[in-house]
């Protein structure tokens, strides 16, 4: 029986489209299969979630989408699609236009992404000033906006510091401004909580949540963190060893999983929360 994607629409294109993608990597100039025939789809305004074991393929499938996998690793079949855009057609050129502008990444580790040089609101300006020709003045002041969008405080100080000066939820709260500057159609949060104490990563989570709502961006969330999915995703992808072995809408999964490998992970977990309802407070 299909299940029912609340996000899913007919009258438009999903904003991500991965169609039996397949990934080698090179080793001793041996190309070897690491994703096996990955499909996934992302609705505009759906929070989906792509969860595994180190190693599963879950990060390397959404490098594949920014078109951003290592030297060693090529895509050997499958489709992309950002919209009606493909990706996998696009020359260099076309997709450094694409990242920023229409898709964003908002990685694991801010503080190893920010450049420590430059100042914070310089760095949450400049792809306004890159990708929209906005004067340099206009895009401080724009910035200055978005790290108050990311509750920072205080962001007209905060923006003339330096990444050092902000600790590491603050960090990534930058990071995520960054990737709000140009409204990208798409957010691929990559392991974003990870590093962030439980209150911080609390509080990141219910900006996803917000951004979402208020701006309709679709999110692509990678992790292995079975609780963080809980809380934040409409959809999952359970990927193990390269391969989907289950999808399903997020209180399903966790409910009813279907497959030995979730029931796995479900069991591993030590303890977890029940998935937040629609409307219930953050």
């Known amino acids: 029986m299909m299940e029912n ?47 595994g074991e180190s190693g599963s393929g879950k990060t390397l499938t959404s490098l594949a989408a920014l078109r951003l996998l290592p ?20 020359t260099d050129a076309q997709m450094r236009e694409l990242r920023g502008n229409r898709m964003a990444l908002i990685p694991q580790d801010a503080m190893q992404s920010l450049n420590p040089t430059m100042r914070v609101g310089h760095q949450v300006g400049e792809p306004l000033n890159l990708h929209r020709g906005m004067p340099l003045r206009a895009a401080a002041a724009a910035a200055r906006k978005f790290l108050e969008t990311v509750r920072i ?14 600790s590491g939820g603050m960090q990534q709260r930058a ?73 399903g809408p997020v209180r399903r999964i966790f409910a009813a999983p279907q497959a030995e490998y979730t029931r796995m992970l479900l069991a591993a977990t030590p303890s977890l929360h029940e998935p937040r309802r629609a409307g219930e407070a953050a």
């Open 5 to 51: 994607r609340p996000h899913e629409r007919t009258d438009r294109p999903p904003t991500l489209s991965i169609e039996n993608l397949t990934i080698e990597f090179s080793r001793r100039r041996v190309w070897t299969p690491v994703v096996r025939d990955v499909s996934l789809r992302i609705w505009p305004g759906e929070i989906v979630g792509v969860i």
């Open 153 to 166: 405080r205080e962001p007209e100080r905060r923006a003339r510091e330096f990444p050092h000066q902000f």
């Open 71 to 90: 030297r060693q690793a090529r895509i050997a079949a499958g489709k992309v699609r950002l919209g009606e855009t493909d990706i996998l057609s696009r």
């Open 175 to 247: 990071m995520i401004a960054m990737g709000l500057a140009l409204a990208p159609d798409l957010l691929i949060a990559d392991e974003p909580t990870t590093a962030l104490d439980v209150t911080v990563q609390a509080q990141v989570l219910k900006l996803l949540r917000e951004i979402r709502d208020n701006s309709g961006t679709s999110i692509l969330f990678i992790t292995h963190d079975l609780g963080v999915v809980a809380e934040l995703c409409d959809w999952v992808y359970v990927l193990r060893e390269g391969s989907v072995v289950e999808e």
